[in-house]
């Protein structure tokens, strides 16, 4: 079980190396080269690149996206975008989802190795919520992917401190990031005509009616199974 490991020093090393890491990026300035001026400076050097490289500029992207989503840099949605504006919206989505899974499956092994067995010491109601998190852990981060205002740092810290089985959380963020991220990829494809005219992308996509109702409907759809069983639990126990 989950939250019988002990918290201690040792077990932390990991989380602690990546959130140094990700401030040490910070401070040394990298977060300047993810924005949007740095991608429109440097947007005819990567269509170049990514001509003349082929499939390793793809390889080389997902590794960048993963290192940053690691060190949970901000800035997931503009790397998206760039994703669909360099290779299109198919294929950038799947480089997007298979980057930022591996970043966040690398964030939540260290979150799980350090701080599992934390919520567990909080009191019975958080002891409570971790037993159902565990029990339906692919249900829930289906549903909060596909939310737009729950951080994906957050995400992975929190599933990495309940514990929950490695491939649930690898499948449930690959499957519950795709819908969102394909929403960027394909905003991304019109980038570079909005990069040359000055101007950039809406972020606020998301949150329009006719992105965001899909959506919540999809995380809704996703609550399904965990309605249905507590409801057929109820009902055996009402039949006692």
Do not use: K, Q
């Not at 040792?10 to 080269?33: E, K, Q, T």
């Not at 010491?121 to 249900?139: C, D, I, K, Q, S």
């Not at 949150?207 to 996703?222: D, E, H, M, Q, T």
């Amino acid at each position: 079980m989950a939250n019988e490991h002990p918290v201690s020093l040792r077990r932390l090393i990991p989380l602690g190396m990546l959130i140094v890491a990700g401030v040490l990026f910070m401070v040394l300035g990298g977060h300047r080269y993810v924005t949007f001026a740095a991608l429109a400076d440097n947007r005819a050097w990567l269509l170049d690149l990514v001509a003349r490289a082929g499939a390793p500029a793809a390889i080389a992207y997902i590794f960048v996206y993963a290192g940053l989503v690691a060190l949970s840099v901000p800035g997931a949605s503009l790397l998206t975008m760039t994703g669909g504006f360099l290779f299109g919206p198919w294929l950038g989505t799947a480089c997007a989802v298979t980057g930022a899974t591996t970043g966040a499956t690398i964030v939540f092994l260290a979150a799980r190795a350090g701080l599992a067995g934390l919520p567990g010491r909080a009191g019975p109601w958080v002891r409570r919520f971790e037993a159902g998190f565990r029990a339906n852990g692919l249900y829930y981060l289906l549903v909060v992917h596909l939310i737009p205002l729950i951080p994906f740092w957050l995400v992975n810290l929190v599933a990495g401190a309940l514990g929950l089985r490695l491939w649930v959380f690898v499948l449930g963020t690959f499957c519950g990031i795709i819908p969102l991220a394909l929403v960027y990829a394909s905003l991304g494809d019109d980038l570079g005509m909005l990069l040359e005219s000055g101007r950039s992308p809406d972020l606020a996509i998301l949150f329009r009616p006719s992105v965001l109702l899909p959506s919540l409907g999809l995380a809704a759809l996703a609550l399904l199974p965990i309605v249905y069983r507590r409801w057929r639990s109820h009902l055996g126990g009402a039949a006692e």
